[in-house]
C-alpha cells in the first residue's frame, strides 16, 4: 500500500513525492531488522522499485543543473546545493546505514539496494557514495564474509555508473606496495573493472593503468631474481589482468 502510494504520488508531484522519500527509507530500513525472511524481502522490493520508479526524476533534474552552467566546478556546486541532491544524500545515507553488523543478517538484500542506487544515479551523485565503496571493500576483505557475490554485483553497478577513474580514487589498487610478502588486498576489484567498464576515457588507461602494468612486470622480474618464482607469477597475473583491461576501454 505505501509503495502504490508513493507511485501514484510520483506521477502527480515528483518534487512532493522525493520530500517524503528520506522518512519512508528510514522506516523500510528498520523493517530490515525483523525476524520474517518474508518480510525483509518485501521491503528490499519495496525500496528498489521506488528509487527506480521515483529517483530517475531527481537524477535528470541535477544533469540539467550540472549542463546549464559551463564552468565544472560552479556546476557541481549548483548541483550539491539543490533540493533534489540533498534528499537524495539523505535517502544514500539511510540505505548506507544498512552496512553497519546490525543489519548482518539481511546485508545481501542492503546489497541489492546500493545496487540498484549506484546504476541510477551513480553518475550525478558519485561524490556522496565514495565512502560506501571504501566500506564495501573492506567487508569483501573481511574473512568469512557471507555476500560476496551481492558485493561484487554492486560495486560493479559504480564502476559502470562512475566509472573506473572515480571508484579508484575510492579504493586505490594498491598493488605497487611492496613488502617481504606480496599482499593485494585490493586485487579483486581487476576482474570487475573488466566486466563492467564501459563508456569510460582511453586516456585514463593510458595515464594511470598501463603504467602500473610496466611496474608489474618488473617487480615480476625482481623476484625471478631473487628465485622467488611463486611471488614472481602473481606480479605475471597482474599484469595480464591490467592489460586484459584495455578492450573494455576500448568500446
Keep these: 500500500v505505501i509503495e502504490s502510494a508513493h507511485l501514484s504520488l510520483q506521477n502527480l508531484d515528483s518534487s512532493l513525492c522525493l520530500a517524503h522519500l528520506p522518512k519512508l527509507f528510514t522506516v523500510c530500513m528498520n523493517c530490515l531488522l525483523a525476524k520474517k525472511k518474508i518480510v525483509t524481502n518485501l521491503i528490499a522490493d519495496v525500496m528498489k522499485n521506488i528509487l527506480k520508479t521515483c529517483i530517475p526524476t531527481s537524477v535528470s533534474i541535477l544533469k540539467v543543473a550540472e549542463s546549464d552552467i559551463p564552468k565544472k566546478r560552479k556546476r557541481n556546486e549548483k548541483a550539491e546545493k539543490s533540493t533534489e541532491y540533498s534528499y537524495l544524500l539523505a535517502i544514500f545515507r539511510t540505505i548506507e546505514n544498512g552496512l553497519k553488523y546490525k543489519y548482518y543478517s539481511v546485508w545481501y538484500l542492503v546489497l541489492g539496494v546500493l545496487e540498484t542506487f549506484y546504476t541510477i544515479a551513480g553518475e ?6 565514495t ?11 573481511t574473512q568469512n564474509f557471507p555476500c560476496t557475490s551481492e558485493l561484487q554485483s554492486a560495486f560493479g553497478a559504480a564502476v559502470q555508473s562512475m566509472g573506473p577513474r572515480i ?16 599482499d593485494f588486498p585490493q586485487s579483486w576489484i581487476l576482474p570487475l573493472l573488466k566486466d563492467y ?4 576515457q582511453l586516456a585514463y588507461y593510458v595515464h594511470d593503468l598501463l603504467p602500473m602494468a610496466g611496474q608489474m612486470r618488473l617487480l615480476a622480474q625482481e623476484w625471478r631474481e631473487k628465485g622467488r618464482a611463486l611471488e614472481a607469477k602473481l606480479y605475471d597475473t597482474l599484469e595480464i589482468q591490467i592489460w586484459s583491461l584495455l578492450p ?3 568500446k
Design 124 to 129: 550525478s551523485c558519485y561524490k556522496f557514495m
Design 131 to 141: 565512502k560506501s565503496l571504501k566500506s564495501l571493500n573492506e567487508l569483501n576483505n
Design 167 to 182: 571508484v579508484l580514487e575510492a579504493v586505490p589498487l594498491r598493488l605497487d606496495e611492496i613488502s617481504e610478502h606480496p
Design 197 to 200: 567498464i564501459q563508456q569510460t
Design 248 to 250: 573494455s576501454f576500448c
